[in-house]
């Protein structure tokens, strides 16, 4: 894998791999993405063979203008609208029903689609170079955790990578939230750095509750996900022989201090997860963090990477 700073040069290198089929590495302002581009059905299938993720998960498309939209959904309705007024480009994925001329591999086979128009500077310009959405998960191996700095990167995913744009660290650090346009009511699939209350204050009408069965809607929800190689277990706080992450001062190098401020957690969280399982590690104990909705998202990650194997 040949990684490489984000300059002008490498963008353009980057822009000939997306159009030649290939995959790129591209930061974003929540975490790095694998990118390709989203209408060439082999490139697709190649981001699914290299994270060997099943292909009934379907891929988030980033777009760098509103008129891209209209190759990709039939319903970018008020309610849709709002949302993508408030916080595009930014750390908010919206599903849309999916325009029927749009290859359903992207979308796992779903007649709806999740669209996403990034932040990060990088991102928009290769987009905007590259002339079409492109289809980006995280770039990690299916179940990992995401990278936040190009030196995450797995080494045996890199063989399937043709060129990755440094970009610093992501200054989100946890996916973006997804949310649901379908449906009469809108909700939350997945929670990101806007917490429930920003993104009903933009809506103006209340969220609906989760739905029951998450994994049904959103193929991609597993129970087990966001997950470092070392056992995650969450404790009200940590003995000075364990290894983790705590609010404490640390008592011991194997302990992480965290930002005691939800945002600047979420910034850090993949980050430090990563330092630890490269110190080899069996256990990561966490330190719960504090129950209030600006750390909805931490806690879902958290469950989600302390989930039984
Ligand atoms: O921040 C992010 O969203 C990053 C960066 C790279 O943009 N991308 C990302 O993609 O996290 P990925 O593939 O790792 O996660 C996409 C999530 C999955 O949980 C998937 O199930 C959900 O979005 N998703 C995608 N299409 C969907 C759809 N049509 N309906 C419901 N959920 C969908
Ligand atoms: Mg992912």
Redesign the pocket.
């Known amino acids: 894998m040949k990684v490489v700073p984000a300059t002008v040069a490498n963008i353009t290198a980057a822009v000939k791999e997306i159009l030649a089929g290939n995959l790129v590495v591209m930061p974003?302002e929540?975490?790095?993405?694998l990118a390709c581009d989203a209408t060439n059905p082999d490139a697709v299938k190649k981001i699914f063979a290299a994270k060997k993720r099943p292909s009934d998960?379907?891929?988030?498309l980033?777009i760098s203008s509103l008129e891209q939209l209209q190759a990709i959904t039939t319903s970018f309705d008020a309610r849709a609208k709002k949302l993508a007024d408030r916080f595009w480009p930014g750390?908010l994925?919206l599903?849309l029903r999916k325009h029927p001329d749009l290859n359903s591999l992207v979308?796992g086979g779903?007649d709806?689609?999740?669209v996403?128009m990034?932040a990060h500077p990088v991102a928009l310009s290769l987009i905007k170079r590259v002339g079409r959405p492109l289809a980006?998960?995280?770039a990690n191996p299916f179940m990992g955790l995401?990278p936040t700095r190009v030196e995450h990167l797995d080494r045996r995913l890199g063989r399937f990578i043709s060129l990755a744009l440094d970009g610093g660290p992501s200054r989100v650090g946890v996916?973006?939230a997804?949310i649901?346009c379908t449906e009469p009511s809108v909700r939350i699939?997945?929670p990101g750095s806007l917490s429930r209350g920003e993104i009903q204050a933009a809506l103006g009408e209340p969220l609906a509750r989760p739905p029951r069965s998450l994994v049904r809607?959103?193929?991609?929800?597993y129970t087990r996900h966001y997950a470092p190689k070392a056992t995650v277990v969450l404790a009200k706080r940590l003995r000075p022989d364990q290894a983790g992450l705590t609010f404490m001062k640390p008592g011991n190098p194997n302990q992480i201090k965290m930002p005691d401020d939800a945002r600047a957690y979420m910034a850090s969280l993949y980050d430090a997860m990563y330092r630890l399982d490269k110190l080899g590690v069996d256990t990561i104990v966490v330190q719960s963090p504090p129950s209030k909705p600006e750390w909805e998202a931490v806690h879902d990650r958290l469950a989600k990477a302390s989930a039984l194997k």
């Open positions: 974003t929540t975490v790095y993405g998960n379907p891929l988030i980033h750390p994925t599903v979308t779903l709806t689609v999740a996403r990034p980006a998960p995280s995401s996916e973006s997804v649901d699939l997945r809607k959103s193929p991609g929800m």
